[in-house]
Nanobody
Framework: QVQLVESGGGLVQPGGSLRLSCAAS????????MGWYRQAPGKQRELVAR???????NYADSVKGRFTISRDNAKNTVYLQMNSVKPEDTAVYYC?????????WGPGAQVTVSS
């Protein structure tokens, strides 16, 4: 069974940077879309960014120009580089991988932006 392991969450000051990583426990089917979602207390889960097998990306308007999603197919890993973070970015971030066979979700990583 495929499991997603997230790392890189934690406390960061406003304006700072943070990098989230999500690695699959085993090789994922090559044709897939990897993404990051986040959920703040009292709010519904929302898409932050996603990247296709071909490298095409999409970002939520709230993070455009600040966050960058990337992937390393050899390592079955997706990253989210978070720059110029704001208190509004505080949430639990979930890794997501969508294939033609199944959808996979990470356990969630807490990101807190505070001074």
């Amino acid at each position: 069974q495929v499991q997603l392991v997230e790392s890189g969450g934690g406390l960061v000051q406003p304006g700072g940077s943070l990098r989230l990583s999500c690695a699959a426990s085993r090789r994922i089917f090559s044709f897939n879309t990897m993404g990051w979602y986040r959920q703040a207390p009292g709010k519904q889960r929302e898409l932050v960014a996603r990247i296709t097998s071909g490298g095409s990306t999409n970002y939520a308007d709230s993070v455009k120009g600040r966050f960058t999603i990337s992937r390393d197919n050899a390592k079955n890993t997706v990253y989210l580089q978070m720059n110029s973070v704001k208190p509004e970015d505080t949430a639990v971030y979930y890794c997501n991988i969508v294939t033609i066979a199944a959808d996979y979700w990470g356990p969630g990583a807490q990101v807190t932006v505070s001074s």
